[in-house]
């Protein structure tokens, strides 16, 4: 009888739980995300300062921005954030990717600034793996992120792969973090060694608002929300890029087709307005410059509007020339260039 009982009991429960609208189903905690953060360079030694230009120092400038990165990440919930490293330390790539795993790190997010050898270039660029989900989640994240560093003011290069003589990724830490399944991007926020973007980073607190911008990206791209902020993107969408079923290669080839011609020159003021029409089928023209004598000396890297072939500039010959020789080139997202046609103007 006591066994009847104790049975009734039970199923009265059960009915009471179900019918009630109550689940005995439990749920699960939501997933705590672990991001790892590495500040390039670090140390003594030419290779491990990073570049230095313009009193700014590489590795001074990576932690700097990798310390906001992490305390405005920290504000948000059900994420834990750590540093490669703390202090101005050599810590060797396979090392950085080698602690990122050990963390159980669910992104690698290397935080670099830029130069050239050139000293011609500008703005922000993403690198990220070359390989399947690798590929994929390095680029959707990309994307993000370079619309965080452009609300700053920074030019925008684009997201790109890049394949070393191995067939592996080029980049030691992109490549030693997918060798032990971690996706990884590496953030170039900009130039040190040119005045366009050297105006946005003497700003006070700039290297701050990176921090933020690129937490902030890491927030929209695993929909994060804040309880202390209130800040919530759990409901943030982006178009996902399609998973490669085989390496992305990177551009290796000058821009296809660079053409110009003139459409009015004004004697007085000696400007002749000139169009130029440029494609290429594998990466996007960037940056364009002009030459009035025939190529000996270019103009710095103009902004080049993506969403046209075709546009039209003004080039100013001094009034010492009186015979002008205008080429152009134009630029792809790789810095590989295209020189124009030559068009003659006699201003005399």
């Known amino acids: 009888m006591k066994r009847f009982v104790s049975a009734f009991f039970s199923f009265i429960c059960v009915f009471i739980l179900v019918f009630s609208g109550y689940s005995t189903t439990s749920i699960a905690a939501p ?3 672990v991001i790892v953060i590495d500040p390039g360079h670090g140390g003594i030694g030419d290779r491990n300062l990073g570049a230095q230009y313009n009193g700014f120092s590489e590795k001074e400038l990576t932690l700097m921005v990798a310390n906001a990165m992490k305390a405005e990440l920290e504000k948000y919930d059900n994420v834990s954030v750590y540093l490669t490293r703390e ?51 390095g680029y959707d994240f990309g994307q993000i ?26 980049y030691g830490i992109i490549r030693n973090c997918v060798a032990r399944g971690i996706p990884c991007d590496i953030i170039e926020h900009c130039y040190l060694d040119h005045a366009y973007d050297v105006q946005h980073l003497s700003q006070k607190d700039f290297c701050t608002k990176l921090g933020v911008s690129d937490a902030t990206a890491v927030a929209k791209y695993f929909k994060l929300k804040s309880s202390s902020t ?92 009186k015979t002008s020789k205008i080429v152009c080139r134009a630029y792809n997202s790789y810095e590989l260039f295209t020189q124009s046609n030559e068009v003659t103007i006699e201003t005399r």
Request: proline letters at 2%; a neutral charge.
């Open 31 to 33: 997933k705590t995300y």
């Open 87 to 137: 202090t101005d330390t050599i810590v060797g790539l396979d090392t950085r990717a080698a602690i990122a795993k050990n963390l159980g790190a669910d992104f690698v997010f290397s935080i670099h600034f830029n130069a050239s050898s050139e000293h011609l270039y500008y703005g922000s660029e993403i690198w990220t793996s070359a390989f399947g989900s690798y590929y994929q989640k």
């Open 145 to 170: 992120a370079s619309n965080e560093l452009a609300s700053l003011g920074l030019y925008q290069k684009g997201v790109k792969t890049k394949i070393g003589n191995s067939g592996k990724d080029y």
């Open 230 to 321: 209130g800040v919530d993107y759990s409901t943030f969408s982006y178009k996902s890029v399609k998973k490669p079923t085989s390496t992305v290669y990177h551009d290796t080839t000058d821009p296809d087709t660079c053409q110009i011609k003139t459409l009015a020159y004004d004697s007085t003021s000696r400007n002749v307005l000139v169009e130029m029409t440029t494609k290429d089928k594998q990466s996007p023209i960037i940056y364009f410059s002009y030459s009035y004598d025939g190529g000996t000396t270019f103009s710095s890297l103009q902004m080049w509007d993506r969403t046209k072939e075709t546009q039209s500039f003004n080039v100013k010959i001094p009034a010492s020339v």
